[in-house]
């Protein structure tokens, strides 16, 4: 299962990677070290199903490209971890909340007394 | 009956004076560990005071005796009184239905909190593995994302997490403070008493003082890891980190509270490193959190435990009389019940 999920994620990798979509043969190609061509393949269709890739048809293949882009699903997989409104089941909270603007000026100058003070000692 | 009333009195008086009173306390900032213990214990002996109040409803007590043939039949007699006149049967169908609805909605709600935190977990473990890449230099997954934000995927195969957001705010130190705040969190187990609190606090939503159990078990377990940081990094580089982190985290949908932050909080308290309680007071504290989780179980089972003080065998010298009466026959039967 790990093993799976390693492939899954070299996948994606490729695919996020290149300039534009890929035949199930290029990403097999780049594939580091080697899989069976079929073993990709099938990954890449339950990719595909999962919702994570879509596809055209070339010729008798299809081109597969990624539905977001690498920076959008990490936008998303993020929100869903730290999103406030949800009671976080999956995570422990972030290390750190919003402070807000007055607040950060006020703690910053509290910080910077107290190194100095520190440094005087 | 007595003990009935006393538990949930115990119960009632938890929820709407302790909580508050706890909530109130200064000193959990200073000691977060030994008030850890103080809210789960609340929380956790309420829960368990209502459930034995109803069993005590069910079961009438009964003075314990060595003698099991003596025991049964002053159970059945009492049983019998109390089921006798309907009031009683009322009661004790009301204890009874108590006691079953606790017990089944409190297991319900903390098999449902800790699998669904599983399954999150696992979800989000496989979407880190597609979009994250691990940093062995860092011992965390670091996933491009602007958005400073630092958190730790408890269970199974830990995992702290990192956004290319923070590493860019954060200096060498503070990078450290981080990683070993949230190393504290996974060593702790911080995730299991957060889910124990919250799943009380799902189950009884209308009681405000189990929402505020779970509230201040999630914010005093920050304050441990910030301690565990600092007993590694320089804390003034803790204090740095959070607020180098707060003040870019991104502006929560549900908007700023009045008044400081939580965050802010942390930092102030880190600035200003209160001594830790002192080791009678935390003595005491611990006592008295023992005490918390003592009472329910010792109310219950208060007639057993009155039982083993008294001396309800024959002595010595009476033990010979004593078989010599049990094997006269049935006589004998009473004989010892009188005798104890």
Redesign the interface.
């Known amino acids: 299962m790990r093993g799976f999920?390693?492939l899954?994620?070299a996948i994606?990798d490729r695919i996020w990677s290149a300039d534009g979509p890929l035949l199930v043969r290029e990403v097999h190609a780049t594939l580091r070290p080697e899989r069976a061509y079929n073993t990709v393949l099938t990954v890449v269709e339950i990719l595909y199903r999962k919702g994570?890739l879509t596809r055209e048809k070339e010729g008798r293949a299809y081109r597969y490209r990624a539905t977001a882009t690498?920076?959008d699903?990490?936008?998303g997989?993020?929100g869903?971890?730290?999103?406030?409104?949800t009671?976080r089941?999956?995570?422990?909270?972030?290390?750190?909340?919003?402070?807000?603007?007055d607040?950060?000026g006020q703690?910053?100058e509290?910080?910077e007394q107290?190194?100095r003070a520190?440094e005087r000692r | 009956m007595i003990a009935a009333a006393a538990l949930l009195g115990y119960a009632g008086l938890l929820l709407a004076a302790g909580a508050p009173a706890l909530a109130r306390a200064r000193w959990p900032d200073r000691a977060p560990r030994l008030a850890v213990a103080a809210w789960l214990a609340l929380a956790g002996s309420a829960a368990a005071s209502v459930t034995l109040g109803g069993l005590a409803l069910v079961v009438p007590t009964v003075r314990v005796s060595a003698d099991l043939a003596d025991l049964l039949t002053a159970c059945v007699m009492a049983l019998r009184a109390q089921y006798a006149h309907p009031g009683g049967a009322a009661l004790a169908g009301a204890g009874a239905v108590l006691a079953l609805a606790v017990t089944a909605r409190v297991s319900w709600c903390t098999a449902r909190t800790l699998t669904a935190g599983a399954l999150a977990r696992r979800r989000h473990r496989r979407g880190l593995g597609l979009a994250g890449h691990p940093d062995p230099r860092l011992g965390a997954v670091v996933i491009d994302h602007h958005e400073p934000a630092a958190y730790c995927l408890p269970g199974g195969r830990r995992q702290v997490v990192l956004t290319t957001g923070a590493i860019a705010a954060l200096d060498h130190a503070q990078l450290a403070a981080v990683l070993a705040h949230e190393r504290a969190h996974q060593r702790g187990r911080h995730h299991l008493l957060v889910s124990l609190a919250g799943a009380l606090a799902a189950a009884f939503p209308r009681i405000p003082a189990f929402r505020q159990a779970h509230e201040q078990v999630a914010r005093l377990a920050e304050l441990l890891a910030d301690d565990a940081a600092t007993a590694a990094c320089p804390r003034l580089a803790v204090a740095g980190a959070l607020l180098a982190l707060g003040a870019a985290a991104p502006v929560p949908a549900a908007g700023l509270g009045a008044g400081g932050s939580a965050t802010g909080a942390r930092v102030r308290r880190l600035i200003a490193a209160p001594r830790p309680l002192s080791r009678a007071a935390s003595a005491a504290g611990m006592l008295t959190v023992a005490a918390l989780v003592a009472f329910p179980l010792l109310t219950a089972a208060g007639p057993a435990l009155a039982a083993r003080g008294e001396n309800y065998c024959p002595h010595a010298a009476a033990a010979a009389p004593a078989a010599a009466a049990r094997s006269a026959g049935t006589a004998g039967w009473c004989g010892l019940s009188a005798g104890c």
């Open positions: 999920g390693e899954e994620a994606m994570w690498r920076e699903y990490a936008a997989l993020m869903e971890a730290l999103d406030a409104s009671d089941a999956a995570t422990l909270r972030r290390f750190a909340e919003r402070i807000g603007p607040e950060a703690l910053h509290a910080l107290a190194r520190g």
